[in-house]
């Protein structure tokens, strides 16, 4: 069973800067994708960033040029930097991956964003 682990959530402050980690139980290139999303309260879940198997990456247009999504083959382990966070992205993030159209989920970390 496919299984995906984040780590790296923690309360920052509105401007500063957060690396989340997702460990994924299987060669992260059996996967169309991988990659992230994010469901603030009261909200719905929203994509931030994905990464292909080619490498391709696709961001969220509001976090284009200041989140990053990156993977290490190697470790199967998927990153998001994220930087000069808002308030307003508190959230919980949650890694995502799917084959065709299954799809799989992390059990999500938070990341509380307040001064």
């Known amino acids: 069973q496919v299984q995906l682990v984040e780590s790296g959530g923690g309360l920052v402050q509105p401007g500063g800067s957060l690396r989340l980690t997702c460990g994924v139980s299987?060669?992260?290139?059996?996967?169309?994708?991988v990659g992230w999303y994010r469901q603030a309260p009261g909200k719905q879940r929203e994509l931030v960033a994905l990464?292909?198997?080619?490498?391709?990456?696709n961001y969220a247009d509001s976090v284009k040029g200041r989140f990053t999504i990156s993977r290490n083959n190697a470790e199967n382990t998927v990153y998001l930097q994220m930087n000069s966070l808002k308030s307003e992205e508190k959230a919980v993030y949650s890694c995502?991956?799917?084959?065709?159209?299954?799809?799989?989920w992390g059990q999500g970390t938070q990341v509380p964003v307040s001064s």
């Open positions: 299987e060669n992260i290139f059996n996967f169309n994708a």
């Open positions: 995502y991956s799917h084959i065709l159209r299954r799809k799989y």
């Open positions: 990464i292909n198997v080619g490498g391709v990456t």
